[in-house]
């Protein structure tokens, strides 16, 4: 964060879940009026532009995923084969 300031009541855990319910939400909007367009309906929107937020809403679902999943799933990982600094005894 900008300030680094974090509120304690807010775990980082549960505003991914926001994200990801977000992303869930926008994408089946999209799915939505575009099978309502494709049934015939009218919608003020064009179906190119439906498709477009679907594919940017499904995107960002698959990354939010991807993050939570590494986060707090599987956890930290160290670099493998990262070699560690030696301190030397000679001053």
Known sequence: MAVKVRPSWLKPIYITIMQIS????????????ILKIRNGETCAVDQELLIACG????????????????????GP?????APK?????AQ
């Open 22 to 33: 977000q992303m869930v939400v926008g994408v089946a909007t999209a799915t939505f009026y």
């Open 55 to 74: 594919v940017m809403y499904s995107t960002y679902l698959y990354l939010f995923c991807e993050f939570a999943e590494r986060r707090f799933v599987l």
């Open 77 to 81: 990982q160290k670099a493998a084969g």
């Open 85 to 89: 600094a030696r301190k030397s005894k």
